[in-house]
């Protein structure tokens, strides 16, 4: 629950700072993603109703997920729909444009250092869609000793930050420090401490991170 209350209060942060800032949160399962805000039941934008919302969509779908008998099912994939996540955010990033022309930043958190090899390709088509928003994508991973290649990419070609907290009790000030500030402000700070990014393909067979790559070609005849 650290790394909850650490980005209910980045949340709280982000919508204190100016006034007319808006999230939208979506949360990414096992089964699919839901958009935690805005809803149906408050859709406006004070950080207490905001955090009191998502918190509480949170716990609801974790007592639903777990409990869903598909979840044990050895042929649904552990991992969560971080693909339909990003996909979520960047229509709805979208839809607002198209009412009126705003700046917007994405920010994905993942817990873990799963690969997301079998959502390499969707992830990485919607970096580039964002790129082509001008929306860049920040990524966090909490993680002890592995970094996430995909995430580093998705962050390098939209020009976002890739941070790795090894341990939940920095998640916070970490957030405060390098993900808060905006795209000119970020300018003038120290850049976060960082591994080279990892620019090596996840293989579409194997689900593995591959250093070369062999294409076979089939040949054909046309009869016309």
Same mark, same amino acid.
Request: glycine content about 4%; hydrophobic content about 40%; some cysteine.
């Given at each position: 629950? !650290?790394?909850?209350?650490?980005?209910?209060?980045?949340?709280?942060?982000?919508?204190?700072?100016t006034?007319?800032?808006?999230?939208?949160v979506?949360?990414a399962?096992?089964?699919?993603?839901?958009?935690?805000?805005?809803?149906?039941?408050?859709?406006g934008?004070?950080?207490?109703?905001?955090?009191?919302?998502?918190?509480a969509?949170?716990?609801?779908?974790?007592r639903?997920?777990?409990?869903?008998?598909?979840?044990?099912?050895?042929?649904?994939?552990?991992?969560?729909?971080?693909?339909?996540?990003l996909s979520k955010?960047?229509?709805?990033?979208?839809?607002?444009?198209?009412? !009126?022309?705003?700046?917007?930043r994405?920010?994905?958190?993942?817990?873990?250092?799963d690969f997301?090899?079998?959502?390499?390709?969707?992830?990485?088509?919607?970096?580039?869609?964002?790129?082509?928003?001008?929306?860049?994508?920040?990524?966090v991973?909490?993680?002890?000793?592995?970094?996430?290649?995909?995430?580093?990419?998705?962050?390098?070609?939209?020009?976002g930050?890739?941070?790795r907290i090894?341990?939940?009790?920095?998640?916070?000030?970490?957030?405060?420090?390098?993900?808060l500030?905006?795209d000119?402000?970020? !300018?003038?700070?120290?850049?976060?401490p960082?591994?080279p990014?990892?620019?090596?393909a996840?293989?579409?067979?194997?689900?593995?991170?591959t250093?070369?790559?062999n294409?076979d070609m089939?040949?054909s !005849?046309?009869?016309?």
């Open positions: 629950m !650290k790394a909850l209350d650490a980005t209910l209060t980045f949340i709280s942060s982000y919508l204190l700072m006034h007319g800032n808006k999230v939208v979506v949360g399962h096992p089964l699919g993603a839901e958009i935690l805000h805005p809803s149906d039941t408050y859709s934008n004070t950080a207490s109703m905001v955090n009191r919302q998502i918190e969509r949170v716990n609801e779908l974790c639903g997920v777990l409990l869903d008998e598909t979840i044990a099912d050895s042929r649904t994939s552990p991992a969560s729909r971080f693909n339909n996540a955010a960047l229509c709805c990033i979208n839809r607002m444009r198209s009412e !009126k022309d705003l700046p917007a994405l920010m994905v958190m993942k817990c873990g250092g997301l090899s079998h959502q390499y390709l969707p992830l990485i088509n919607c970096a580039y869609a964002a790129e082509h928003l001008k929306v860049s994508i920040d990524t991973v909490l993680e002890a000793e592995t970094d996430v290649p995909v995430l580093q990419q998705m962050s390098d070609v939209t020009g930050v890739y941070s090894s341990e939940p009790a920095i998640l916070l000030q970490t957030l405060l420090t390098y993900h500030p905006d000119d402000a970020r !300018k003038m700070l120290s850049k976060v960082a591994t990014v990892d620019s090596r996840v293989c579409f067979k194997t689900r593995a991170v250093d070369i790559g294409f089939i040949r !005849k046309v009869i016309l």
